[in-house]
Structure formats: structure tokens, C-alpha cells
């Protein structure tokens, strides 16, 4: 959430940064007046209680004197009608002002390149790794309908489109890129999290993925939601809480199933399991000092590219543009791995920081030696990493013209 005391000071920047993600600029006007009528309501309802507080006290005095106190009796009528009116006010000015609040999306970092869309995002490395193991490779649904380990047919009889059903090899090596996964990350220091799945509507609030988003969610009758990565739990993990700087950068990790109903608005990606409404993650986060908050975030990179190195997988690394960063993003990186037998780059990890974005929907703050007020901790997220899109481009990648699959050294003792 933006920071009202930011819009009040900043207003031709927020307009620009608006701009620059493709937003409507004029939304910061209307927020800066509803901040501005906030203020005035509640500086007007201090003087009008400070008012009521003073002529009430002459009424005892009047009556003592023999006095009648009737003008001021209905001057403190007047008074309450005219509080309680304000009060009524500034409530539903303030309710609106959240509520605006909660749909714009974070400002772009000052690196961050400008763009209209994706197209403009800017690819800043590549890596090369493993040839293809055949001269010419299939795409991986061939791959698992030859080798009977990827059944789409039983998994759309069972849940409909943009499901997966693995057998056998593919269910174990699902299982296996977890637990590598989940091993590595460990040895860079993340402490691992099992979070709930189900989520109340707040949480998701404090992550950011509501009130924007509400319809690619996948909701309850209990009001429960289905998590749509475990950076919406782990975010909210600090809430309310206030932390000593020492503790600081706390990193976790967590693996948990991820559900997304937003998989089946696209018009592309209908075979095999590029694009899905459930699917497996393993999701790095970090709380850090503001200040520590960037150099945080290519570490937090580095650890996600050094899975795919140790998998021998081709990958780029591309910044996202302005136009294309998500909602709480102030920067943004993708990790795309080269699938050869569908001839794409697939995006395996989107690695973000968010700066006190989500800190100031969650209340995570933390306090500096000798200071009394608190401060905003800085928040960070990336998949450490997302299991299809790996699975789809290693089955490609190391696919035999025998009809085997040559798995890398790493994976080869979780299986």
C-alpha cells in the first residue's frame, strides 16, 4: 500500500509512475482529496469535541450561579448533531480512501526500464546449458504420452482442463525437484515454512493479491481462499508484529501446491502443462532493513539461478519493464529456461522486491537500536522454484532419441 503522506508530497511523481505502469494518473487527484478531506474532518471534529468539552463545563457553573443554561444546552446539542454528522463523514471518506488505496499498484523502482508491455522487457544474461540430448526434441506431452507418465486425458476427466496427472518416473520427479529444491535452499540459509493452504481474505489483502484479483482466486464457502502461492501466507508470516534489527534478513521457504483459476482466461498454452490452475512451488521469502532491501534481491536471484545451473538448463534472466511488473512489484526479475521440444522461453521464477509495499497492509515493522518509533520492513519474493515449467524443460532437454530420459547428476539420489 502507498503511503497517503507519499501522495500528499509526491503527486506529479505518483502520476508518472502510474503513467508508466499504463494507469489511470488522475486516480492520485481523487486520492489526494480524499486524504485532504480526511485531515480536515478530523482537525474540525478535535476542535468541535475541544469546543463541547469547554461548554459543558459551564453548565455546573451557571447552575451554581442561578444562571439559566439553556442557550448553552442547545449550543451542545448543535454541537453533538454536528460531530456525530462529521463523524459519519470521516468515516466513509476514510473507508473510500482505503479502498483506493488498495487498488494502486506499487511505484517502480527508479531501474526499472520504461515499457508499454512485455515486449520491452530487457533480457540482461544468459545462460547456456546442456544441448538437447536429441537431434530433434518432442514437446513433453509427446514425451509423456509415449513414456506413460503424464496422463491429461484422466486428469481432464477427473478436474476438466489445466490439470495434470503424473505416473510413475513423472510423479517421482516431481518429488525429486522438490526435495532438491528444498535442500539447496536450505544450504543458502532459508528456513523452511509449511504454511495452510486455506487463507482468510485479509491475508490476502496483505500480500496484495486482493481487492485486485478477487476473480482469479479460488474461494470457499467458509470465506476460506486457496492460496495462489505461498508468498501470500509467508508475507503475512510477521503480521502485527515488530521486530528487533538483529533479526534481520529473515529468510524462509516454503513448499506448498498453488492454485490459480486466471490459467484458463488464456487463449494460448492448451496443451501439455504450461499453464495450469494447480501446480507444485517451492516460494523463497525475505523481510529485510530498507537499506539492505536491493542487494537482498540479487541474492535472492543469484540463489534461484544456481538451481538451474546445477540442472544444466538453458535460462535468461530478463528485468521486467514498468508496463509488466506485478501489482506489489518495484522490481522485478524473471527466470525463463529454454523448453527446445516447444521451442519457448518459459518463465520459472518471477523474483521481486516489494519494498514496505505489503509491510504497511501487514503492520511487519521492525526497530533499530535506540530508536523508539518503528519502521516499515522491506519484503521480497521469488520461486526457488516452480515445478512445471522445470519439469517440461528438463523432460525436453534430456529426452534420448531411445526413448530414455538422461536425468542430471543432482536429481539422480532423490530418485
Known sequence: MINPKYIREN??????????????????????????????????????????????KLIPELKKEGKDAEEVLNQLKALAEKIKSYEKELQDVEEKLKDALYFIPNIPHESVPFGKDE?????????????????????????GEKLDIIDLKRAANLSGSRFYLFKSFAAKLER????????????????????????????????????????????????LYLIPTAEVPLANLHRNEILDEDVLPLKYMAFTPCFRREAGSYGKDVRGI?????????????????????????????????LLKQLGLTYR???????????????????EVWAPGVKRWLEVSSISN?????????????????????????????????????????????????????????????M
Open 354 to 414: 516489494t519494498e514496505d509495499f505489503q509491510a504497511r497492509r501487514t503492520m511487519t515493522r521492525f526497530r533499530r537500536k535506540g530508536q523508539k518509533k518503528p519502521e516499515y520492513v522491506h519484503t521480497l519474493n521469488g520461486s526457488g522454484l516452480a515445478t512445471p515449467r522445470v519439469f517440461i524443460a528438463l523432460l525436453e532437454t534430456y529426452y534420448t532419441d531411445s526413448g530414455k530420459i538422461e536425468l542430471p547428476e543432482v536429481l539422480k539420489e532423490f
Open 274 to 306: 504450461i499453464r495450469l490452475h494447480q501446480f507444485h512451488k517451492v516460494e523463497l521469502f525475505k523481510f529485510t532493513k530498507p537499506e539492505e532491501s536491493y542487494e537482498e534481491l540479487e541474492k535472492m536471484r543469484e540463489d534461484a539461478e544456481e
Open 176 to 223: 525429486a525437484l522438490i526435495n532438491f529444491f528444498l535442500r539447496e535452499n536450505e544450504k543458502k540459509g532459508y528456513t523452511e515454512i509449511l504454511p495452510p493452504y486455506l487463507v482468510r481474505e485479509e491475508i490476502l489483502y496483505g500480500s496484495g493479491q486482493l481487492p485486485k484479483f478477487r476473480e482469479e482466486l479460488y474461494k470457499t464457502q467458509d470465506d
Open 119 to 143: 515486449a520491452d522487457n530487457r533480457v540482461i544474461k544468459e545462460h547456456e546449458g546442456k544441448k538437447p540430448l536429441s537431434a530433434n526434441p518432442p514437446p513433453h506431452w509427446e514425451i
Open 11 to 56: 503527486i506529479e511523481d505518483l502520476k508518472k509512475a502510474l503513467e508508466k505502469r499504463g494507469q489511470n494518473p488522475e486516480v492520485a487527484h481523487e486520492i489526494a482529496q480524499m486524504d485532504e478531506r480526511v485531515r480536515f474532518l478530523k482537525k474540525a471534529l478535535d476542535d468541535l469535541r475541544k469546543e463541547r468539552n469547554e461548554k459543558g
Open 317 to 335: 534472466v530478463v528485468e521486467l519493464c514498468t508496463a509488466d511488473l506485478g501489482f506489489s512489484a518495484a522490481k522485478t526479475y524473471d527466470l
